[in-house]
């Protein structure tokens, strides 16, 4: 079941992925292939198994689909399935694989077109927020004052340090060197995981990055990838392995 409705919503999300960043409504009109602007049949629209069974081309024009599409759909399944297997049916586990998959789509549509929208994010920081006053338990925290405390901090720092960091990298190379959107996706990220998320997600992504950047540099020359997919993939692991870490650093820093 959580293999199927993730299947469904990896399909909406190659909508959004597609269409967010080119300012199309994500409702309407229905899909359509971007090649040949025919409308795509519904049984043709079933994930993962229409990829599979047009063996990856337009029924009317034959223009290859990308198969990122099919990997879209299977990396929702797979998310939807270890959400529910983590967490099960709870708030806890909604709100966590809502962000992933927003998270997702952030990220690639980073990579295609080198921006973030604000229509993800900003519905995300007020959404994360408003869930933490009222699930407090997302931070550990048996009080709204307190679920609320620790998704504002997260929304402060998140947002502060990048656009700290931004402003002076600016101000020493004489270039723009953190886009406003990464700003926005990791006050996103801290209004979801609270402050110390926030500094888990930074110091993840700023690694994974390095390790990458310093090997594309080696081997292809000056080619860059922007931040975003990095901030993304730190976040996801903060569910499965920061938490953890964070638990035990807090524990020595208060006893
Ligand atoms: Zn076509």
Redesign the pocket.
């Known amino acids: 079941m959580s293999l199927i409705l993730g299947a469904i919503a990896g399909s909406f999300l190659n909508v959004c992925i597609w269409r967010i960043p080119r300012g199309e409504s994500v409702i309407t009109p229905s899909s359509h292939?971007p090649?040949?602007?025919?409308p795509i049949r519904w049984y043709d629209n079933v994930p993962v198994w229409s990829i599979l069974y047009l063996k990856g081309r337009?029924?009317?024009?034959?223009?290859p689909i990308s198969p990122r599409y099919g990997w879209v759909e299977v990396s929702s399944a797979a998310l939807f399935t270890v959400f529910y297997l983590k967490y099960g049916i709870s708030v806890q586990g909604i709100v966590y694989l809502t962000m992933t998959l927003a998270l997702l789509a952030q990220a690639l549509i980073d990579l295609d077109h080198q921006i973030i929208p604000d229509e993800i994010t900003l519905p995300g920081i007020a959404l994360g927020v408003i869930a933490s006053a009222f699930f407090p338990g997302l931070h550990g925290q048996e009080h709204w004052q307190g679920g609320l405390l620790h998704s504002l901090l997260g929304v402060a720092l998140g947002g502060g340090i990048l656009y700290a960091a931004g402003t002076a990298a600016e101000w020493v190379l004489k270039k723009e060197a953190m886009g406003g959107g990464d700003v926005k996706l990791l006050a996103m990220i801290g209004a979801v995981l609270g402050w110390p998320g926030v500094l888990w997600t930074l110091f993840c992504s700023s690694f994974l990055g390095s390790a990458v950047g310093i090997y594309l540099r080696l081997r292809r020359g000056d080619e860059r990838i922007p931040f975003g997919p990095y901030l993304a993939l730190g976040a996801v692991s903060y569910f499965f392995l920061g938490k953890n870490v964070v638990q035990i650093y807090s524990r020595f820093l208060i006893y």
């Open positions: 292939c090649k040949c602007l025919k337009c029924r009317d024009c034959q223009a």
